[in-house]
């Protein structure tokens, strides 16, 4: 089975490579300018434009999957990739499937639906498949095969391009939880913003990363939203996740549930997120944490 890669940023694209090999033998990927190394069997170079937003090299990207004539195209999933994904299912009469949790390998997905409540399974039936996949979603392959032999595509000026405004400079979130083996999930439990500086402490004391629930990031705005876990925010796989005052509704532990080993610390002996762990500590969190800082250093 071919398969043609596409991503916004390059971790992604090295990921994605990387566990479209656990699906396909033959596996390409497009980019946009000059490609860094990449073991895929072939990588289609689309000229970088001066003024061009990503989304519109969408027509130069549905040419290379002509040439390319691949069984799938796997995309990262990010709002602007979603975006290209669409349009290219339109300009190809194909199908986009979003935010699937697992591609089998004769292309059937699964992913959540009604908000996590259900898991639906859905296959493309007519051309390609675009599917867009999350970190994590695709176990990365031992073998790094390929010889990334790079071709030149065209790029085909759009109908009508989006016309860049102005540019802002935004906050820059320098940690990549996808690649984290130990991540402490902060939850509502935490009363106020400054008490991130305990969960900090604790994170340092294990040496993780930080990431939260969404309504940590999206309704306080504590933390950065591209660090809220689940089914809306990222899908997680480390080797150590620690829930601190996280209630474990299933919106929120499905971006963890792959997780090698889980400790919940909640007040409520009763929160969901005791029937997720392997390890549970029913306490005050800020009695809680304190404590294991002080054991760990
Ligand atoms: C369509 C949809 C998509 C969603 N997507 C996501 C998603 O991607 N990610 C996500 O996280 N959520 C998502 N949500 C929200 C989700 O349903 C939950 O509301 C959210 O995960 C709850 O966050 P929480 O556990 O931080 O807060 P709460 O549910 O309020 O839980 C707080 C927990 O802290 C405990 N606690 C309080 N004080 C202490 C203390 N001092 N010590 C110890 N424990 C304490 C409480 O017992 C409680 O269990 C989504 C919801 C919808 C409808």
Redesign the pocket.
């Known amino acids: 089975m071919k398969i043609l890669v596409f991503a916004e940023r390059n971790t992604a694209l090295a990921e994605l490579c990387s566990g479209a090999r656990s699906l396909g033998d033959q596996i390409e990927a497009v980019v946009i300018g000059t490609p860094g190394a990449l073991a895929v069997d072939k990588i289609w170079s689309i000229p970088v434009q001066e003024n061009v937003m990503l989304e519109d090299y969408t027509d130069s990207i549905a040419a290379v999957m002509d040439l390319a004539a691949a069984n799938m195209l796997l995309i990262e999933s990010t709002k602007r990739c979603k975006l290209i994904a669409g349009r290219l299912a339109a300009i190809k009469g194909c199908s986009a499937i979003t935010d699937v949790m697992e591609i089998a390998d004769n292309l059937a997905t699964k992913r959540m639906v009604?908000?996590?409540a259900a898991v639906r399974q859905e296959k493309a039936v007519a051309g390609p498949a675009i599917i867009i996949a999350g970190p994590g979603v695709l176990t990365a392959s031992a073998i790094a095969t390929g010889q990334g032999v790079v071709e030149t595509a065209a790029y085909i000026e759009p109908v009508s391009r989006i016309k860049i405004v102005s540019r802002v400079q935004k906050t820059k979130v320098t940690v990549n939880l996808s690649a984290a083996k130990k991540i402490i999930g902060?939850?509502?439990?935490?009363?106020k913003q400054e008490d991130l500086t305990l969960i900090r402490e604790l994170a340092d004391a294990f040496g993780a990363e930080q990431g939260?629930?969404?309504?940590?990031a999206e309704a306080e705005k504590w933390l950065p939203k591209e660090t809220?876990?689940?089914?809306?925010?990222?899908m997680l796989a480390p080797e150590l996740y620690i829930?601190?005052?996280?209630?474990?509704?299933?919106?929120?532990t499905?971006?963890i549930n792959r997780s090698k080993v889980i400790v919940a610390?909640?007040?409520?002996k009763n929160?969901?997120?005791f029937k997720q762990a392997d390890y549970g500590i029913v306490?005050?969190?800020?009695?809680?944490v304190p404590a294991l800082i002080s054991q760990l250093k």
């Open positions: 009604y908000g996590g902060v939850g509502r439990g935490i009363a939260c629930t969404r309504p940590i809220y876990i689940g089914v809306s925010g990222l829930a601190v005052g996280i209630s474990g509704q299933i919106q929120h499905v971006g610390i909640n007040k409520d929160a969901p997120i306490g005050d969190l800020y009695k809680v």
